[in-house]
């Protein structure tokens, strides 16, 4: 069974930074993508960032470049985001999400298969 936990949402005023965590299990963690998205009161739940297995590959949302950075520890089955510079519009419900794929970054919700329950992060002004 696949679990996706995610930590480290909190509330922080502008300017500042925020890392968040998810740990997964019951999966072969380095075959497996990783993506974070998060998803605004009243909006569509939308990509920031998508890791490749290996870590070897990243990619970003035009939004966030410069400001966050996804990491990942295959030893510890764990994916990070690690936010700078926060501000006002990032608040939103972070969920980091998980799909077989030895090649690619998938970009799209639809692409997920596994996803963990969300944390919120909100940035006060």
């Known amino acids: 069974q696949v679990q996706l936990v995610e930590s480290g949402g909190g509330l922080v005023q502008a300017g500042g930074s925020l890392r968040l965590s998810c740990a997964a299990s019951?999966?072969?963690?380095?075959?497996?993508?990783m993506g974070w998205f998060r998803q605004a009161p009243g909006k569509e739940r939308d990509f920031i960032a998508a890791?490749?297995?290996?870590?070897?590959?990243?990619y970003y949302k035009e939004s966030v470049k410069g400001r966050f950075t996804i990491s990942r520890v295959n030893d510890k089955n764990t994916v990070y985001l690690q936010m700078n510079n926060l501000k006002p519009e990032d608040t939103a419900i972070y969920y980091c999400a998980a799909v077989f794929a030895l090649l690619g970054l998938p970009m799209e919700v639809k692409e997920y298969k596994y996803w963990g329950q969300g944390t919120q992060v909100t940035v006060s002004s």
């Open positions: 019951g999966l072969a963690f380095s075959s497996y993508a």
């Open positions: 890791i490749r297995g290996s870590g070897t590959s990243t």
